[in-house]
């Protein structure tokens, strides 16, 4: 199985709201990230945990907070955003081997953020 | 900085007829992957290259890794309506950094 899940599928929130995108992956991956995608771009890398710790942090305003409560779960709390900040939020995940190992990299379906 | 070039960045084309894509860099990577991506979903892993001049085929999409692990390929044969989507690749650096290409947007036309 090479799922990954993302829940909601869709968010609108005002400037002033909280609220969480989450994530899950039962792959035994022990490396999961936070990706931003634009209309017609590539994904943004924002986060990375390897084992449970933030490894990357690609100099994310502090309005974005990830979360990785185990090896499974990834969460990204959202406070205060900007309209600028709407955009398709990805989660992916992949096993951290050395070498020239594969290093496949699955993505969940994203959340679709609308900022108002 | 690491760079990974796509060409082209569009195309359309009538169902039935061959393209190749390409992904071009200066840099060399572990392993590359191509993805492929619908509107408002996630990407989709179609391969991963990993040894240098490898080619790999999934029914009719053709991959093959450049000899100096610089660029990659993807040809499609008899290209299908459901082939339409966003072609992504992504050169992995280090353990964590997957650098993605600029993305071709492939339409097919019945």
């Known amino acids: 199985d090479t799922e990954v899940t993302q829940t909601p599928k869709h968010l609108v929130m005002g400037m002033t709201n909280k609220k969480s995108l989450k994530c899950e992956q039962h792959?035994?991956?022990?490396?999961m990230y936070w990706y931003k995608q634009k209309a017609k771009k590539p994904p943004e890398l924002m986060f990375v945990?390897?084992?449970?710790?933030?490894?990357i942090n690609e100099s994310v305003p502090s309005r974005f907070s990830p979360e990785c409560p185990n090896s499974s779960l990834l969460n990204l709390h959202l406070h205060a955003l900007q309209p600028e900040d709407s955009a398709l939020y990805l989660c992916?995940?992949?096993?951290?081997?050395?070498?020239?190992?594969?290093?496949?990299?699955?993505f969940g379906p994203g959340t679709r953020l609308t900022v108002t | 900085t690491q760079l990974l070039e796509q060409s082209p960045q569009f195309l359309s084309i009538q169902e039935g007829e061959n393209l190749t894509v390409y992904c071009n860099s200066s840099?060399?990577?572990?392993?590359l992957q191509w993805y492929r991506q619908e509107p408002g979903e996630g990407p989709v892993l179609l391969v991963t290259?990993?040894?240098?001049?490898e080619v790999k085929k999934l029914k009719r999409l053709t991959f093959q890794f450049g000899d100096a692990r610089k660029d990659s390929s993807l040809h499609i044969t008899a290209a299908q309506p459901g082939d339409t989507g966003l072609y992504l690749c992504?050169?992995?650096?280090?353990?964590?950094?997957?650098?993605f290409g600029t993305g071709t947007r492939l339409k097919v036309l019945a």
């Open positions: 992916a995940s992949s096993q951290p081997t050395s070498g020239r190992a594969k290093r496949e990299q699955y």
């Open positions: 792959m035994g991956h022990r490396a």
């Open positions: 945990y390897s084992y449970e710790k933030l490894s």
């Open positions: 840099s060399v990577f572990s392993s």
């Open positions: 290259v990993v040894t240098g001049g």
């Open positions: 992504a050169g992995v650096s280090g353990t964590y950094k997957y650098i």
